[in-house]
């Protein structure tokens, strides 16, 4: 669980392409970054909210309203915030593990898993991502071990006319078992 507690949402400091983005905007994104570094949360909120509100359709900005909601536990908006900003660039790996994450704390793991491969397909040797998901995918193999125990006994249930059988991938399996093991 220590792991898990050092796992937190990752901010985007910087716009990748500030090419005609109006100033007021560009201003407001980064005064919410500024707030935001020394913990400010209300004032972060409020100028990322300006900043929204002046163009909608910058995905960095929403990633970085969900930073600050779940600073401030408000963690139903955070993910409606990084779905903003995955709707906006499907891609965008920093709100796909923001995301990933508000599941995980939220014990589920499967969803949290599969932002997790999104977010890796994007950015394959990010160890933050690695990290996150190799949590999530932990947890959710002791759940189908903890959650199906005829099947990893050989009894089969109640009324079953066919016999049970779990085959998870085995490469995922494997890669679990070995980084559980280091």
């Known amino acids: 669980m220590a792991v898990l507690q050092n796992l937190t949402p990752i901010l985007t400091p910087v716009l990748r392409d500030e090419t005609g983005l109006p100033e007021r905007f560009v201003s407001h994104f980064y005064k919410g970054v500024e707030f935001y570094t ?26 970085n309203l ?19 900003a995955i709707s906006i660039v499907p891609e965008f790996a920093e709100a796909r593990f923001n995301l990933g994450l508000e599941f995980l704390y939220q014990d589920d793991y499967e969803e949290a898993l599969n932002e997790f491969d999104r977010a890796s397909a994007t950015r394959p040797q990010d160890e933050i991502i690695s990290a996150g998901r190799t949590i999530a995918l932990k947890k959710l193999l002791r759940g189908l071990v903890k959650g199906a125990p005829e099947a990893w006994s050989g009894r089969q249930p109640a009324g079953a006319k066919q016999p049970l059988v779990l085959k998870p991938n085995s490469e995922t399996v494997s890669q679990a078992i070995i980084e559980d093991r280091g």
């Open 66 to 84: 969900g930073v600050t909601l779940w600073e401030l536990e408000r963690y139903d908006e955070a993910s409606k915030a990084y779905s903003r």
């Open 38 to 63: 020394i913990g400010e949360m209300e004032e972060a909120l409020n100028e990322f909210n300006i900043a929204a509100s002046l163009e909608p359709f910058v995905h960095e900005v929403y990633n």
